[in-house]
């Protein structure tokens, strides 16, 4: 068997050159006899010292190359995965308020849970108000790396942030990442429509006067809750500052009452009119028997203003406008009594003028406008009269009515008026004989009593009673017999 004198790898029968370093055979066969002669003289335990060939070293340095690498990649992966930067890290995210930093170092179990950007505010606010908190939260990550470091549970059920071994990377290094508690909370109110905000932004919508909701998850923070209620009679709202940064805030209960005031409306002459309509904000209220004429929820802030309005057989009024300021809103409906003063008045001026004519002629058809109680009464008068051969001579001067004491009521399905007036008669009793008669001034200061007729549209007088006391007012309107 020959070797080659390059690299000492057996030679094939008749190869040209060595398979293993390509050394040409014919330079391993110069010299026979130099090579045979040095082969024969040579030690015979020593043994030639081998060359690497260029295969050898290409493999010999790629080799030292990778495991510098893998030296390289391990020193960083073990940095990299260390429990202790992970933390320090963190705590330096939350000083910088690098809200995009920490969007992904922070993790969950709760799928459901979205740690956004924006999200991270809530939670940077809390820590900026309370720097202590932010150092309970590292010296509580810290104790939790020392409790994995020494193989003890980690137990730490006080803090909302926790680190937690999630696998391996590349196989080798354990895989830590700081996971946040997921919080639920609960929030109800008390009003049917009112919106349910988080932080500014609708969540919910109420659908009953009981309504309840369970919300989440949401990340550790302060949030703002509000209720709102608006239609347009009121706008009303109620927030509540929710912290949810402990474990134990878990499930917290929010209770958002909305609590609107009430108004009732109410007028004189409303329990007379044949129908009475209030209004607010030129809307009708329907009020139902067992509401009192009470409406709400409304504000009472000046914004709101109601009138009502009152139907009578002889026609509508309309109350003034009244601003909504207090639970009771009163309205003073006077036109009420101003509709029928000029017919009421009217009517006592016919009635003047009638008396004097039925009387002058003893006839009491020529009465025109009193009801038959009334007319008996004259009727029996005047028959006294005649039977006593006497005669009433004179005329009708004037009527004097007293604005102030009109008044206005319900019986028995009768509307009423009242009214009272001073009139004045030129006029004398005598014999019937007598014809050069002189008259003398009379006033008769009595209170009439009228009803309203609905089948003539139009104030009749009932009655009338004397006033003792005297006819003393001062807003008075005189009507004189010259007028129609």
């Not at 006899?33 to 050898?56: C, D, E, I, L």
């Not at 209620?229 to 949810?244: G, I, P, Q, T, V």
């Not at 009470?294 to 309005?309: K, N, W």
Request: negative net charge.
């Amino acid at each position: 068997m020959k070797y080659c004198k390059e690299c000492g790898h057996p030679l094939k029968k008749g190869a040209s050159f060595c398979s293993e370093c390509g050394t040409s055979i014919e330079t391993n066969l110069d010299n026979p006899r130099t090579n045979s002669s040095s082969t024969s003289t040579a030690n015979p335990n020593h043994v030639p010292k081998k060359k690497w060939t260029k295969k050898q070293k290409v493999v010999a340095i790629s080799t030292s190359i990778a495991i510098i690498l893998l030296l390289i990649g391990y020193q960083i992966g073990s940095t990299l995965t260390d429990k202790n930067r992970i933390i320090e890290n963190f705590g330096e995210a939350i000083l910088d308020e690098d809200n995009d930093k920490l969007s992904t170092m922070l993790h969950s179990k709760d799928s459901r849970l979205e740690i956004a950007t924006d999200d991270i505010d809530h939670l940077l606010d809390y820590l900026n108000d309370n720097p202590s908190y932010y150092n309970f939260v590292m010296d509580s990550l810290k104790k939790q790396a020392d409790s994995y470091e020494n193989g003890e549970t980690n137990n730490f059920d006080d803090s909302v942030f926790f680190l937690e071994k999630e696998g391996k990377t590349a196989f080798l290094f354990d895989r830590y990442q700081i996971n946040i508690v997921p919080f639920y909370f609960n929030v109800a109110t008390n009003m049917e429509d009112a919106k349910i905000l988080l932080n500014g932004e609708e969540i919910a919508t109420a659908d009953s006067d009981s309504y309840e909701l369970e919300y989440g998850p949401v990340l550790p923070g302060v949030y703002e809750l509000k209720s709102e209620y608006s239609d347009e009679f009121a706008m009303l709202e109620n927030s509540y500052d929710l912290e949810l940064m402990n474990p134990s805030n878990q499930n917290s209960y929010a209770e958002l009452p909305l609590y609107g005031e009430n108004v009732k409306l109410s007028s004189n002459f409303e329990d007379i009119a044949s129908n009475v309509t209030y209004y607010v904000n030129d809307t009708e209220i329907q009020f139902n028997e067992s509401d009192d004429n009470q409406f709400g929820p409304v504000s009472l802030d000046g914004s709101i203003t109601s009138y009502a309005t009152l139907q009578f057989p002889w026609g509508e009024v309309e109350t003034e406008k009244i601003t909504i300021e207090d639970n009771s809103v009163y309205f003073v409906a006077d036109s009420v009594l101003e509709t029928i003063k000029s017919d009421v008045m009217d009517a006592i001026h016919t009635h003047a003028q009638d008396w004097s004519d039925a009387y002058n002629d003893l006839d009491n058809s020529l009465f025109s406008n009193v009801t038959d109680p009334l007319l008996e009464v004259y009727t029996e008068d005047i028959s006294d009269i005649k039977s006593n051969e006497k005669k009433w001579v004179g005329s009708y001067d004037k009527s004097i009515i007293d604005l102030d004491s009109f008044d206005l009521s319900l019986k028995e399905d009768t509307y009423m008026a009242y009214v009272d007036a001073s009139l004045y008669f030129n006029s004398t009793i005598v014999d019937v004989e007598e014809d050069d008669v002189a008259t003398t001034e009379n006033h008769y200061d009595r209170e009439y009593e009228f009803i309203y007729d609905n089948e003539s549209s139009s104030w009749l007088i009932n009655n009338y009673n004397n006033l003792f006391w005297g006819f003393n007012a001062d807003n008075v309107q005189e009507l004189s017999a010259t007028e129609e």
